[in-house]
């Protein structure tokens, strides 16, 4: 596979730390509470020894136990599934809600913003009488410990209340993207044998309703195992009404006491399943338990983000994708306040994003790089209204950046002053693999390195260790929050991840190491292109077409071709205002030519409207592709954000 070209290699050096970033740094403050040198030390001693590590880490984080463990790692039955924090008994709900109480019980803890404009807010006091509230609601409808309840909600108080509700009973929350249809919705809920279903009456978005509870009562009628649902009133419209299996929220939480009994858990019990969409067959249940995902959020956020108490952590998410979750109970641990937006970042107005970072004082951004090329085509002054004075840190997730986006991010929304906090993993990771830091310098793009306590690597074909080459992103040793298996599915997890290279976490991204130890991530190696024998990434060939001043998007595909193999044909977005011609697709080629080279040259460009995206803002290229060559099974699109923009891709010109 090729280098990344000098685009991303040459870049200089954007931003360096100052004197209060480092001081400030709860990494480095770890560190030496621990007597080790500094990050580097930090992180070859947590590779080297795990149970060292994670054992001072929950102690960093406050993490409260109510039986101490025994051992910090068992790997008796192999690298795949490790026990960790044997023998010890805790809910995290405890750490991220009950702790602050008696400090901070009159500190705000979530605030929450519409689409409609209205606002809420919980101070951790009133959280855990909400948590306490809705956990006897759902003991009043038979729901215990092991039992699957399914949220289907938007990004409301509720949705954040009722994952911690289930936790405090020690049930086993199965969060669904509020965009969903029917049939992915069912088939959540068949998979994990759900008993519960919790949505609401609708929600607003781009100022109309979304008539949710008709899509679940659709899900509900291929959904046999769901034996109740619960309604949250959140747009007051009536709705359709199955008398004995659907209850208001008001109903069944409202009249509960303040106080609730907390199931005692166990380290390593489930507390939430989550989907995550595959090119063929069904979605995958990732298992995670009480001590896994919160704990590894919470680190990533205190160490790489460097979050304290009184930060305020806004991510554009849905609880569907798995950052919803991880805010919501990372963030709580880690000490912040978490704000929660149910609307769309360009409306009524493409500066909506910001406004609401001003109005509730977000010190944490967390965003994608589609995200920001979408603003960016709305120009330069919507964000030059806006000096968003509170903001320290910027985050991003989901794909690859490509430099124009990173550098406008990083001059435009962080004034120069905020670093990116770039951050790959996943949802069966719990969080990050590689990321930046606010105590490093960061190139464009790029990441400082792997997370501590997750020892990565890029290695070639034979497992080899390389650098300044590309290679597959690798993880050597298990690490605290990575999924407990597939739910009911032992051997597709096995598979999936270890079977490549024995002992090994083979994550399925293309990544190289620089000279300068800079980390990129380069696209997953499923999507790898190979032209003539030539290999390259997709993210590569987009970020070549976007360096052309009219385009404001791409999604690059390969597609057979007779002589070469496979061939590329770019999908482009051109900056409004662009006109489209021959002429216009002919630059755009030479352009990629010019950063890849003429043998890398895509055959085709075509201009469309739109591009097939999740709604964490992921271009769907399996899709673009499936629908390019018309074939008739184009795998899961039950996360789509935009399914119209699948026939544009037939249409394109």
């Given at each position: 596979?090729?280098?990344?070209?000098?685009?991303?290699?040459?870049?200089?050096?954007?931003?360096?730390?100052?004197?209060?970033?480092?001081?400030?740094?709860?990494?480095?403050?770890?560190?030496?509470?621990?007597?080790?040198?500094?990050?580097?030390?930090?992180?070859?001693?947590?590779?080297?020894?795990?149970?060292?590590?994670?054992?001072?880490?929950?102690?960093?984080?406050?993490?409260?136990?109510?039986?101490?463990?025994?051992?910090?790692?068992?790997?008796?039955?192999?690298?795949?599934?490790?026990?960790?924090?044997?023998?010890?008994?805790?809910?995290?709900?405890?750490?991220?809600?009950?702790?602050?109480?008696?400090?901070?019980?009159?500190?705000?803890?979530?605030?929450?913003?519409?689409?409609?404009?209205?606002?809420?807010?919980?101070?951790?006091?009133?959280?855990?009488?909400?948590?306490?509230?809705?956990?006897?609601?759902?003991?009043?409808?038979?729901?215990?410990?092991?039992?699957?309840?399914?949220?289907?909600?938007?990004?409301?108080?509720?949705?954040?209340?009722?994952?911690?509700?289930?936790?405090?009973?020690?049930?086993?929350?199965?969060?669904?993207?509020?965009?969903?249809?029917?049939?992915?919705?069912?088939?959540?809920?068949?998979?994990?044998?759900?008993?519960?279903?919790?949505?609401?009456?609708?929600?607003?978005?781009?100022?109309?309703?979304?008539?949710m509870k008709e899509t679940a009562d659709a899900a509900l009628a291929e959904a046999p195992s769901v034996r109740q649902v619960v309604v949250v009133r959140r747009v007051g419209r009536e709705v359709p009404w199955t008398e004995g299996r659907d209850v208001w929220w008001d109903d069944v939480v409202d009249s509960q006491?303040?106080?609730?009994?907390?199931?005692?858990?166990?380290?390593?019990?489930?507390?939430?399943?989550?989907?995550?969409?595959?090119?063929?067959?069904?979605?995958?249940?990732?298992?995670?338990?009480?001590?896994?995902?919160?704990?590894?959020?919470?680190?990533?956020?205190?160490?790489?983000?460097?979050?304290?108490?009184?930060?305020?952590?806004?991510?554009?998410?849905?609880?569907?994708?798995?950052?919803?979750?991880?805010?919501?109970?990372?963030?709580?641990?880690?000490?912040?306040?978490?704000?929660?937006?149910?609307?769309?970042?360009?409306?009524?107005?493409?500066?909506?994003?910001?406004?609401?970072?001003?109005?509730?004082?977000?010190?944490?951004?967390?965003?994608?790089?589609?995200?920001?090329?979408?603003?960016?085509?709305?120009?330069?002054?919507?964000?030059?209204?806006?000096?968003?004075?509170?903001?320290?840190?910027?985050?991003?997730?989901?794909?690859?950046?490509?430099?124009?986006?990173?550098?406008?991010?990083?001059?435009?929304?962080?004034?120069?002053?905020?670093?990116?906090?770039?951050?790959?993993?996943?949802?069966?990771?719990?969080?990050?693999?590689?990321?930046?830091?606010?105590?490093?310098?960061?190139?464009?793009?790029?990441?400082?390195?792997?997370?501590?306590?997750?020892?990565?690597?890029?290695?070639?074909?034979?497992?080899?260790?390389?650098?300044?080459?590309?290679?597959?992103?690798?993880?050597?040793?298990?690490?605290?929050?990575?999924?407990?298996?597939?739910?009911?599915?032992?051997?597709?997890?096995?598979?999936?991840?270890?079977?490549?290279?024995?002992?090994?976490?083979?994550?399925?991204?293309?990544?190289?190491?620089?000279?300068?130890?800079?980390?990129?991530?380069?696209?997953?190696?499923?999507?790898?292109?190979?032209i003539a024998g030539k290999r390259i990434g997709p993210a590569e060939i987009e970020s070549a077409a976007v360096a052309h001043p009219l385009v404001q998007e791409a999604a690059a595909i390969g597609v057979p071709h007779e002589i070469k193999g496979e061939a590329i044909v770019v999908f482009v977005i051109l900056t409004?205002?662009?006109?489209?011609?021959?002429?216009?697709?002919?630059?755009?080629?030479?352009?990629?030519?010019?950063?890849?080279?003429?043998?890398?040259?895509?055959?085709?460009?075509?201009?469309?409207?739109?591009?097939?995206?999740?709604?964490?803002?992921?271009?769907?290229?399996?899709?673009?592709?499936?629908?390019?060559?018309?074939?008739?099974?184009?795998?899961?699109?039950?996360?789509?954000?935009?399914?119209?923009?699948?026939?544009?891709?037939?249409?394109?010109?």
């Amino acid at each position: 596979m090729s280098l990344p070209s000098a685009e991303f290699s040459n870049l200089p050096i954007a931003w360096q730390p100052d004197e209060a970033r480092l001081k400030r740094s709860r990494a480095l403050a770890f560190a030496r509470a621990h007597g080790v040198a500094g990050w580097d030390e930090m992180a070859a001693k947590a590779a080297e020894d795990p149970s060292w590590f994670w054992g001072a880490v929950v102690e960093e984080l406050g993490i409260v136990w109510r039986t101490p463990f025994e051992q910090v790692l068992d790997l008796a039955d192999g690298p795949a599934w490790p026990h960790w924090f044997t023998g010890g008994r805790m809910n995290y709900v405890e750490s991220a809600v009950d702790r602050h109480c008696a400090t901070r019980g009159n500190e705000t803890a979530l605030l929450w913003e519409g689409d409609d404009g209205e606002t809420k807010s919980l101070t951790f006091d009133e959280l855990a009488r909400q948590v306490n509230r809705a956990a006897n609601g759902l003991r009043s409808l038979g729901i215990g410990k092991g039992d699957r309840v399914g949220i289907y909600l938007p990004m409301i108080l509720e949705a954040a209340v009722m994952t911690l509700a289930c936790g405090r009973i020690g049930a086993v929350y199965v969060p669904m993207f509020s965009g969903y249809g029917a049939d992915a919705v069912a088939t959540r809920l068949n998979d994990a044998d759900a008993h519960v279903l919790i949505t609401a009456d609708g929600f607003y978005r781009r100022g109309s309703v979304v008539r949710m509870k008709e899509t679940a009562d659709a899900a509900l009628a291929e959904a046999p195992s769901v034996r109740q649902v619960v309604v949250v009133r959140r747009v007051g419209r009536e709705v359709p009404w199955t008398e004995g299996r659907d209850v208001w929220w008001d109903d069944v939480v409202d009249s509960q006491p303040d106080t609730c009994e907390q199931e005692d858990t166990a380290a390593d019990d489930p507390y939430m399943i989550i989907y995550t969409s595959g090119t063929t067959g069904k979605p995958k249940g990732a298992v995670h338990v009480h001590a896994g995902f919160p704990i590894k959020a919470a680190q990533d956020l205190a160490f790489c983000f460097d979050v304290h108490q009184g930060d305020r952590l806004f991510w554009v998410t849905d609880l569907g994708w798995m950052m919803g979750p991880w805010a919501i109970a990372g963030g709580l641990i880690a000490g912040a306040s978490i704000v929660l937006y149910e609307g769309t970042p360009d409306y009524p107005e493409p500066d909506r994003l910001w406004q609401v970072v001003e109005r509730h004082e977000a010190t944490i951004l967390g965003i994608s790089p589609t995200l920001i090329r979408a603003l960016m085509g709305r120009g330069d002054e919507w964000i030059e209204r806006h000096d968003l004075p509170t903001l320290t840190t910027l985050g991003s997730t989901g794909e690859p950046w490509n430099p124009g986006p990173w550098l406008w991010t990083f001059n435009n929304v962080g004034k120069g002053r905020c670093p990116i906090v770039n951050y790959s993993g996943g949802t069966e990771i719990s969080g990050g693999i590689v990321a930046s830091t606010t105590i490093h310098p960061q190139k464009p793009c790029s990441f400082n390195g792997a997370v501590p306590g997750v020892p990565a690597d890029v290695v070639d074909e034979e497992g080899r260790s390389v650098r300044n080459a590309v290679g597959e992103l690798v993880i050597r040793g298990p690490w605290v929050g990575m999924t407990s298996g597939f739910w009911r599915d032992r051997e597709r997890y096995e598979s999936t991840y270890w079977s490549k290279m024995p002992g090994t976490w083979v994550h399925g991204d293309w990544a190289m190491v620089d000279d300068d130890g800079f980390w990129y991530i380069l696209g997953r190696s499923d999507d790898t292109l190979n032209i003539a024998g030539k290999r390259i990434g997709p993210a590569e060939i987009e970020s070549a077409a976007v360096a052309h001043p009219l385009v404001q998007e791409a999604a690059a595909i390969g597609v057979p071709h007779e002589i070469k193999g496979e061939a590329i044909v770019v999908f482009v977005i051109l900056t409004p205002g662009a006109e489209e011609s021959d002429e216009l697709r002919a630059e755009i080629r030479a352009t990629v030519a010019d950063h890849v080279g003429k043998p890398l040259q895509p055959d085709r460009v075509l201009f469309v409207d739109d591009l097939p995206k999740t709604r964490n803002a992921k271009i769907m290229r399996r899709v673009i592709r499936g629908r390019y060559l018309d074939l008739r099974d184009l795998g899961d699109l039950s996360s789509l954000e935009n399914v119209a923009a699948v026939d544009g891709i037939g249409s394109a010109r």
